[in-house]
């Protein structure tokens, strides 16, 4: 790396950041960890340890702009998630804790600030907002790992994705509070240049966001600049309304986001895309910035105090919290004491705490300088002890999920829904999808679970969990829906699990489609008219167990015509099966593969 007498270059630094953050998180989902684990031990490691990186000596004065600008964007993307139209077909315990949860936990975190830590008020207020926030980035790991049952999962999950931007809405709120009043003289003047400063935020980020969402809806920018001109108004925003009211303008980007997300433009997708990509690399890029500039000298003020505070946090304000929220709701109490005992925070804690006590220090808030540290310490402590408690307390109060991971399949065709009835033999969960209610009737005869309705409209986003299913198969009789679904269901399931029906004309070069298009080949060589002609001359789809003394060798033979399909594993786990020229299946495995009528004498194990 480039050096120089004043420590590292730039350039380097900012490129050392950024393999650093990207690299952690990558290594993390390679391990199934949450990212934040490994971004802390990355970011100490390379900053006060090893000295290697010093943001304020080798960024220098652009360090606290990137910072803002960071956060701004990450403000935006909890805007963009917040869509109301979700949150009014959320459940009943989403809602309360929302709306009652959210200003609760403002309320006990404050107090757990200011009589635990021994923080002054207006730290405390600042603080306590923002620890609203339970890290929709350190909760979904925490999900995969814990494989909880539904309900609490969804709750969970929707509680860290809502509570997202209306915590650092409150963080902003109080932050602008606490700035005014110590530079405006009265108590009258500093309310209405608050007033003032919130109203012309509020009013900006809806008109900018109206204007974006009208000028995209008619077309009046090409498909192609829409990302940029985003990304360019968010910063135009951000810094017009900073200039009337400091720091104003991450109010205004969340209302920004939150307007456009409420917007329903056609080309939301891609805006999400947008927001997904920015937040990994600039979530990553901030927590290392500040984690290589964390101070010892300033984690060892932190004194017995600190303990007091994340003891209050975990087993006072998160608990009271959830309880008070959902009283009076149909929740089960197991249910409630699994919420109450799982608040982990994440990235946009560090990030936005750190990027505030900076400032309130800087207007001469003395104990602000505890903000950052007392922010790593939270969430380095309720990621270590929620990540290890989660599972054994969901299996403790027998809240895990007994589900192995399923199998999407959209299409109601009759070879689709046999392929169902196997996996349901199996015990692995299956949910079919369709666009035309006759064609569930045969799965729903069957009691196999159906969903009536387009897998890609926005009613199954809001009514479809696809937390169970590990894979989507498509088998409709429309190629060109086949491949659609499967590339717009690609980013979120893995481009590896997802399958459908080999192409009618994929063996000619004009109708070849690039590789980002379209799923894996579920069968080679066979097309859903292929099957559908086997399926009406008896095949049919079976299962065979392989053991010790009855060997895929020995099976292979008596059946060179079937089709396999997928692999069962003793655990439960399912692959499906893409190259069976070198395939070897150990015993105790199972085999589901489509086959030709039985012969007279039935065939071994099956």
């Known amino acids: 790396m480039a050096m120089t007498e004043l420590g590292m ?157 209306i915590g650092a809405l409150a963080a902003v709120l109080a932050f602008e509070y606490v700035l005014v009043s110590r530079l405006v003289g009265t108590v009258e003047h500093a309310m209405l240049v608050l007033v003032s400063g919130i109203v012309f935020a509020t009013l900006l980020g809806v008109l900018s966001g109206w204007g974006i969402a009208t000028a995209f809806r008619r077309g009046w920018v090409p498909e192609y600049m829409k990302v940029p ?71 060892a003020t932190l004194d017995w105090r600190a303990v007091v505070f994340l003891a209050a946090v975990i087993l006072l304000v998160r608990p009271l919290t959830v309880h008070g929220a959902l009283l009076g709701t149909d929740i089960a109490w197991r249910e409630r004491w699994l919420l109450a005992l799982s608040g982990p925070r994440g990235v946009v804690l560090v990030a936005v705490a750190g990027l505030f006590g900076v400032r309130l220090a800087d207007v001469g808030v003395q104990d602000a300088e505890l903000i950052a540290p007392l922010a790593f310490v939270l969430v380095a402590v309720t990621v270590v002890v929620y990540g290890f408690s989660l599972k054994p307390l969901a299996h403790w109060l027998g809240l895990s999920s007994k589900q192995t991971a399923g199998v999407l399949i959209v299409g109601g065709t009759s070879w689709g829904t046999e392929f169902a009835k196997s996996l349901q033999r199996n015990e692995i969960p299956v949910l079919i999808t369709d666009r035309n209610m006759r064609n569930l009737r045969a799965a729903r005869d069957h009691a196999v679970p159906v969903f009536f309705g387009d897998i890609l409209s926005e009613s199954a986003e809001h009514h479809v969990d696809l937390h169970p299913y590990q894979t989507v198969v498509t088998v409709t009789d429309n190629d ?30 004009r109708y070849a489609l690039p590789s980002t298009l379209g799923g894996r080949a579920l069968v080679q060589e066979k097309t859903y008219g292929d099957l559908l002609d086997l399926l009406r001359k008896g095949w049919e789809f079976r299962t065979t167990r392989f053991t010790d003394e009855y060997r895929y060798e020995d099976w292979q033979p008596t059946r060179p015509d079937a089709i396999h399909i997928a692999l069962i594993s003793e655990t439960g786990r399912l692959s499906f099966v893409s190259d069976t020229k070198n395939l070897t299946i150990a015993a105790g495995v199972r085999l589901i593969h489509f086959s030709p009528p039985r012969s007279q004498t039935a065939e071994q194990n099956e």
């Open 9 to 165: 270059d730039p350039v380097a630094a900012v490129a050392c950041i950024g393999v650093l953050g990207v690299g952690a998180q990558w290594i993390a989902w390679r391990m199934q960890i949450p990212a934040i684990v490994l971004m802390l031990l990355a970011g100490i490691v390379v900053g006060p340890v090893l000295g290697v990186l010093n943001p304020a000596q080798d960024l220098g004065p652009i360090m606290a702009p990137m910072i803002s600008i960071a956060v701004a964007v990450i403000l935006f993307e909890g805007g963009l998630s917040l869509n109301m139209h979700s949150l009014r077909d959320a459940t009943q315990g989403v809602v309360r804790l929302v709306v009652v949860g959210a200003p609760l936990g403002w309320i006990l975190s404050t107090l757990a600030l200011h009589y635990g830590a021994g923080l002054g008020w207006e730290s405390s207020a600042v603080f306590g907002g923002i620890m609203i926030v339970t890290g929709p980035t350190v909760i979904a790991p925490l999900l995969r790992q814990a494989k909880l049952s539904r309900r609490p999962a969804a709750l969970l999950q929707w509680e860290a994705i809502v509570n997202d931007p």
């Open 480 to 509: 060109a829906y086949n491949t659609l679904v499967t590339t717009d269901l690609a980013p979120e399931f893995g481009r590896n699990n997802v399958f459908q029906l080999f192409r009618e004309k994929d063996g000619f070069s």
């Open 229 to 299: 001109v985003l990304f360019v108004t968010l910063l135009a925003i951000f810094a017009a309304s900073n200039l009337v009211l400091h720091e104003s303008g991450l109010l205004a980007v969340t209302i920004m986001g939150m307007w456009i997300a409420n917007a329903k433009l056609p080309s939301y997708s891609e805006l999400l895309r947008f927001k997904e990509h920015a937040t990994v690399l600039l979530v990553s890029g901030v927590f290392i910035l500040l984690a290589a500039s964390l101070d010892f000298t300033t984690l």
